[in-house]
């Protein structure tokens, strides 16, 4: 079965080699019909601590890594400069 990948940003570096990514998901409204979006925060491991708050980084499933966190960071796709927020 293959490992289930999620893309989003990272808002907050939680402590070492811990860092907290919101995934943004649209659905569409079941009354409306409108599309709405919807976000999950999830916790992923950066072994190396590369990342930094603002990043879009992509994540792969993996074991539980502790009782919240079970993605592994697998790539930066878009850095953010030095001094620039989202």
């Given at each position: 079965m293959?490992?289930?990948?999620i893309?989003?940003?990272?808002?907050?570096?939680?402590g070492?080699?811990?860092?907290?990514?919101?995934v943004e998901?649209?659905?569409l409204?079941?009354?409306y019909h409108?599309?709405?979006k919807?976000?999950k925060?999830y916790?992923?491991?950066?072994?190396?601590?590369t990342?930094?708050?603002?990043?879009?980084?992509?994540a792969?499933?993996?074991r539980?890594l502790?009782?919240?966190?079970?993605?592994?960071?697998?790539?930066?796709?878009?850095?953010?400069?030095?001094?620039?927020?989202?």
């Amino acid at each position: 079965m293959p490992k289930r990948q999620i893309q989003g940003t990272v808002i907050k570096k939680a402590g070492d080699k811990t860092a907290t990514v919101l995934v943004e998901r649209r659905v569409l409204h079941p009354r409306y019909h409108k599309t709405v979006k919807r976000f999950k925060k999830y916790l992923i491991h950066d072994e190396n601590n590369t990342i930094n708050v603002g990043d879009t980084v992509s994540a792969v499933e993996c074991r539980p890594l502790s009782k919240t966190k079970s993605f592994r960071l697998l790539e930066v796709l878009k850095e953010v400069q030095k001094g620039e927020v989202e």
